[in-house]
């Protein structure tokens, strides 16, 4: 089987993901070779500074600073660089020469993807990247092939595990969001500047990703709607808990028709209730999950760890398997499609729930006051609790001290029914200027619908 | 891009499965062919009786009596009849003229698989089965590709429906198990002879299959230890709720190695105890999930519905369009691959922890002598509780009664710390004959620690 030629294996970046790629490829080389078909050849690892101190210790002599000369004469090559330069020009020169390439880049491949699958597709080379999305969990690969003769109508996707360890701490121990995020850095599930994965941006490049995919259409990373998680109380996340729901920041990749008739699909990201006896709920800690509906195959979840060298590594080799085999037994590969091109919908055309936690001067008619609000704006209430701030509710209490006016004031926590994005957020906005409304503690979307 | 000669299909079958794959084919011809490339054209269905009544409304002009002459001409044939015979001679055939086969036939794959994938490979043809496995749930394609590169160790797998949804009863209504088969025979989760699920034979057959691919080996479904759900009392299920536990029927697979050194496989279905924390313990109703322990990826989970026509029809036209794509873009697929050849070992060669539960004499002296036999066999006790007759144990009391002799008894539940199963099988043996022991009503396997 193995009088095959060696498959000459490029990798760009010795970081945490790289380091355990290079290992792997080195201990493991025979029962790769098996499974290929042929011998993976690690050809050297280009790097900036070739005498850093690295995680893993891999042989001296394959370290190089100069990427461009390792690429040419490379049958495959693995980028794990992150970040849009030199990554960008690095894969393009490789697609260039015909080589495969395997990548974990999610900015690159949300800011730069239809681009470089358009030179893959011209060079008949292959161009994959399941590492960028949801680390060591196949979705990429399930999305575009398992489900291709499906129709995928909605992605609710845990895609950022140090968002996930934090509220996950502020539900199931009661930390405050500064507490949980000083607890994910010193863990190191939080990098030093957490900007990326709390701001929301980090799911909001992967949403991109998946959107893209699950409907066959472009879908440019600025037009998924972002909020991260840096406004989440514990406050909140009480009363969530409370109420029957977790906190989850999501990625929601959904197939829409306006009420105009106008089909298209929306991609958002924002924490998000969710129902405790959803799938979703119990994935704890830094994990990831991926829950897909689909027209026929109904409710699946694709469950795993997220991030991590090792785990993100099974990802990479899993695609550089598949090319490689793919040079073995010849033949193209399968290039991305983004023939559905639908177009892409702001989020205000969402239709979606809310809960909105309101505190109000607790004197007659107030309730009917609110109530007409709501009509106002078009939005019917689903479920509506009152509470004075007398009653033993320590988050209701502790906000009206807070406000130094503890008496005569009570607190609503709505529900509302689905309405759209842009209905619920005026509603929202004229809420808080009401003269009978204290403060707006809460506004939160509800997602998942059991 | 459609200017693409057709890809010609034909069905063999008009099930609950084929009956929806032949809807969607046709529903969703625009779109299918977008995705493919070419259009893809549903030459005929063949069926045993041409005038029977089916599930959908499907053309009369498609259905035909002669297979054989249906799958000449094809570029494309879906086997959704079952059985072993016709399917495997005209699987056969199909293959012979060089068709792509997509079939969900698990009992087939499981018998015959080898012989098939090597005429398969012979031939160019590949000859895919996502749905024989976990229904709609991809597990077949991320096992053989997104894993490729890592090492898979285990798999736990709730891969049939029926016995989920009865154990699922039982758990969370008290219902015993003639009830809960009663009402998933109802429910049309059940088969009028529901043997082939209850008894585990079902599950035995997709342990087979994916013990094969993820082991790359041959897995002859004979070697799989086999036991059914149908000695589980709803006192087992009480107790081991109590225990923290809820009782799954598993199929595991995993890799070995005896305390001789000699490195296998085993696979193996039986109901064991998995922890209320462990993501298994969520599934619920007929759902199926596949549990995934892989070197590098860790811990991976893949959960959605396991039957259901609709939802099988999903995995079919996965496989459908992969295998079209191929041919309009050219090349050999990948083949089956079972270079690893690891010994497949018995069952008495697993290592395992046992939950037990006796009811003894509680007279002096009689734990020393049970503490003995354990000792005996050379399998150290992990947790051990103890209960009186008279304590507010209602499945304590009320077995006591069945004997008709409830003074003077206690009940013993012992969680084993891991031994071989040979041990412990001995020593339940033991246990049950030993003149200290009045009745042995509970010997459950706990897997899945967490």
Known sequence: MNQNRPIRVALLGAGSVGSQVARILLENADELAARVGAPLLLTGIAVRNVDAKRDVDLPKELFTDDAERLILGSDIVIELMGGIDPAKGLISLALSTGADVVTANKALIAAHGPELFD???????????????????????????????DRVERILGIVNGTTN????????????????????????????????????????????????????????????????????????????????????????????????????????????????????????????????QAQAAGDLMFYGAGAGGVETASAVLGDLVSSARRRVNGGPGLGESTHADLPVLEVGEITTRYQIILEVHDRPGVLA?????????????????????????????????????SEGGAT?????????????????EALAAHEASRRVTGVLRVEGAL
Chains 1, 2 share one sequence.
């Not at 500047?193 to 990703?209: F, L, R, V």
Request: with cysteine.
């Open 119 to 149: 030179q893959a597709r011209r060079v008949g080379a292959q161009l994959t990247y399941e590492a960028a999305v949801a680390g060591a969990i196949p979705i990429i690969r399930p999305l575009r092939d398992s489900l291709a003769g």
């Open 412 to 428: 609503l926590v709505i529900g509302t029914h689905a309405a759209t994005e842009r209905a619920l957020s005026a509603l929202a």
């Open 165 to 292: 360890f934090i509220l996950d701490r502020m539900h199931t121990r009661g930390d405050s969001l500064e507490e949980a995020l000083r607890i994910a850095t010193e863990l190191g599930y939080a990098e030093a500047d957490p900007t990326a994965d709390i701001g929301g941006y980090d799911a909001q490049q992967k949403a991109a990703i998946l959107a893209s995919i699950a409907f066959h259409t472009e879908v440019p990373v600025e037009l998924v709607h972002r909020e991260g998680i840096t406004e989440i109380t514990i406050e909140q996340i009480e009363r969530a808990k409370a109420a029957g729901f977790v906190v989850k920041l999501l990625a929601i990749c959904e197939r829409v028709t306006t009420s105009d008739g106008v089909e298209g699909i929306s991609a958002r990201v924002y924490p998000a209730l969710v129902d405790a006896q959803h799938p979703l709920a119990s994935v704890h800690g830094g994990n990831n999950a991926v829950f897909v």
């Open 369 to 405: 006051e609110i109530a007409k609000v709501f009509s106002d704006f078009g939005v019917s209430v689903s479920t509506l609790e009152q509470r004075s701030a007398g009653a033993h509710d320590g988050a209701t209490a502790s906000a009206g001290h807070a406000d130094g006016e």
